[in-house]
């Protein structure tokens, strides 16, 4: 007469293996979908090159809301001076490499920026305006103009855009060259 056997440990192992991996595969999703506060900025794919993780870019902001009127202005001089900075040094004639590092820099500037709710305008303005980085010039325009917005959305002068060239110029004096035409950087 057939006797009755119970589950063999090989049977029981690959059981767990499969709830365990269901498990996980479950918990992963679930951590990467934001939650209702955690919005990401929706940017069309075309704005980035293929080697460039975009959810990285445009993923939800990342800083609490900063109530601090004071710190939250102090904070935003501070941060749009080195932002015109970045753009009054960025090369006259990028590589696509630069450019792209340019693109991505503004998009984690917007993600990673320490006022939240600052952040979460910005990334609005990105989308409307997505950063122009073919060039200096170019960049510099772009970044002076998205700066105006904010300063409409605040009430505050608008500023002429036609004279950046020469409040940004940092006093580093012209490029030089290590002779083979590339850049010294130190
Ligand atoms: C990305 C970002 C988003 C922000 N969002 C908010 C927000 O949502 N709410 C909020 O309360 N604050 C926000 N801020 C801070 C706000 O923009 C100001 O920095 C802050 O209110 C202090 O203003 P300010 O009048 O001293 O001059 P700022 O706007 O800080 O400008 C500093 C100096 O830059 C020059 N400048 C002015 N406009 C331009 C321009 N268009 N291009 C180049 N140079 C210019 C002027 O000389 C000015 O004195 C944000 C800051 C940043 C960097």
Known sequence: MPVARGPTPRFIFILLGAVLTGIFF??????????????????PTKQFDASVDRSLLTGHVIAPKLGNETAKAELGR???KYFHTVMARFPDEPTADESSALKSYVYLFQR??????????????????????SSRSAAAVWACHVHNQV???????IFDCANIGDFYDCGCADDETDGSGKKKVN
């Not at 990673?112 to 980085?133: N, R, S, V």
Request: glycine content about 4%.
């Open 78 to 80: 501070a941060a749009w």
């Open 112 to 133: 990673l920026y320490p006022c939240g709710e600052c952040a979460e305008h910005f990334g609005e303005l990105l989308k409307e305006f997505p950063p122009q980085t």
């Open 151 to 157: 300063n409409k959305s605040l009430n505050k002068e």
């Open 26 to 43: 479950l918990s992963s999703i679930h951590k990467s979908t934001p939650s209702a506060h955690q919005t990401s900025t929706s940017i």
